[in-house]
């Protein structure tokens, strides 16, 4: 859709440059104790989940007080000052992580749209949450530093400031605990500016939950089971207010989601069961999803394959494959101009096209002195939306029947495959074997 301009007359899905999804390398993000678990998880008992994951959390938890007391004493603390530090955080309690760069859109600091309804979902005293924050503002980025200042400022509160820290010096050493430690993984970046957002699917690698925006990798992979979507107010051009609707989503999820699932543990203490079953489902189904192997694997299929075979056959005999398809190639943009159709018709059993049932389509195109052989006519159709535009585009070529008075005729009978407002138009593209794309060259003629 990006690119649809540099392609006039054809579909969003025709345009020919793809995407390709990032992936992580899963050794160096994934914790030892959860590579080992996760290669027996059909046979590991709820119980044992649990542990392995509480187990990660404490790590984090000692960490983060160790890098607590550390900045506190850089920015001037006393010892005497830093009793605190020693209990801050709770192996425990439901942890939150958000560790990135630091731009403006990915909006570190949504989470501090109310402060006060933040520091209640900190402070809950029978469902409490910690927040992990690590990041770094480039340094000519005024307004990033101006966010990490803000968030900084709320850590320091004394009332939270044992359930939300600020971290800096974000590096790898960092988030080779982080990743694991947390239950939750938050990412809530101004739609649809998110690239990508590979921090998540490191996250994911380690049995944590995504708690994201629908954008990047997560719009894509998100399935309802493997964490949760933040609602977003697309289309609410005031960006104030659309921050204050989706942080109003964040806490709503936060207080009545995440929360009650964490600590949904059975009378007896036992681990949430409810909470291990997305863990479970999230390194089953996720987890093969957002590894770079995945990745290499679209390159390779996509791209590289298809360009390597193209290549060989312009190489061929002297490079004669490439110069056959120069000489056309000229030959076609000189007389494509002389390209039209000039007319279309359709007709069937009944006067309104019906389900499945056949409708002929004939069409009278002029080529100019192009032949048939350097065409492909199609009949493009599809369903009709409100701006009587065709939206989700098929094609079938049309098969030439024979020549009258001045132009060629095509025909195809097509069947009805939808209910709904139908629509279609017949269209002329440039045809050759050596062509990698039938958009390729940009040239289309439409009826």
């Given amino acids: 859709t990006m690119f649809g301009g540099l392609w006039p007359g054809f ?115 029978e469902r409490p949450i910690q927040m992990i924050i690590a990041g770094k503002a480039h340094p000519a980025d005024e307004g990033g530093k101006e966010l990490v200042q803000q968030i900084v400022a709320f850590a320091d ?65 998100f399935d309802g089971q493997n964490g949760w979507a933040i609602a977003t107010a697309d289309g609410v051009e005031d960006p104030v207010r659309r921050d204050e609707l989706e942080a109003g989503a964040l806490y709503d999820l936060l207080e009545n989601a995440v929360a009650p699932r964490f600590y949904g543990a059975t009378p007896g203490g036992s681990a949430p069961t409810h909470w291990l079953a997305m863990v479970r489902h999230t390194l089953a189904t996720l987890g093969p999803q957002v590894l770079a192997d995945r990745m290499l694997a679209e390159y390779v299929t996509q791209l590289y394959a298809p360009a390597a075979r193209s290549s060989r056959a312009l190489r061929a005999d002297g490079y004669g494959g490439a ?12 007389h494509w101009p002389e390209v039209a159709v000039l007319h279309v018709e359709s007709g069937g059993d009944a006067d309104v096209p019906v389900l499945g049932q056949p409708l002929p389509i004939r069409a009278v195109v002029a080529l100019g002195p192009l032949s048939v052989e350097d065409v492909e006519v199609q009949v493009a159709y599809g369903t009709v ?37 139908f629509g279609y138009t017949v269209r002329v593209l440039p045809r050759h074997p050596l062509l990698p794309n039938a958009a390729d060259l940009g040239l289309v003629v439409s009826a």
């Fill in 157 to 221: 509160r004394e009332d939270v400031r044992h359930r939300i820290a600020f971290l800096p010096g974000y590096d790898m050493r960092m988030a080779k605990v982080l990743y694991p430690g947390c239950d939750v993984w938050l990412n809530n970046p101004l739609r649809p500016l998110e690239a990508c957002g590979t921090s998540g699917m490191k996250a994911a690698l380690n049995g944590v939950l995504n708690l994201s925006i629908r954008d990047g990798w997560w719009d894509e992979m």
């Fill in 323 to 334: 110069k056959e398809l120069s000489a056309w190639t000229a030959r076609v943009r000189t």
């Fill in 385 to 421: 939306d409100e701006n009587d535009d065709v939206r989700d585009i098929e094609t079938l070529p049309m098969l030439h029947t024979g020549f009258v008075d001045g132009g060629h005729r095509f025909e195809v009978t097509l069947r009805l495959s939808r209910s709904g407002p």
């Fill in 11 to 125: 579909d969003a899905t025709e345009v020919p440059i793809t995407s390709v999804t990032n992936g992580v390398h899963a050794p160096t993000w994934v914790a030892r104790e959860m590579q080992d678990l996760a290669a027996v998880l059909d046979k590991t008992s709820d119980a044992a989940l649990w542990a392995t994951r509480r187990a990660l959390r404490a790590r984090l938890v000692t960490d983060v007080r160790a890098r607590l007391r550390e900045s506190w004493l850089i920015r001037g603390a006393g010892e005497a000052e830093l009793g605190w530090t020693e209990t801050a955080f709770d192996p425990d309690v439901l942890t939150v992580g958000f560790a990135r760069r630091v731009p403006s859109y990915k909006r570190l600091t949504l989470m501090l749209q109310d402060p006060e309804r933040l520091a209640a979902l900190l402070l809950d005293p």
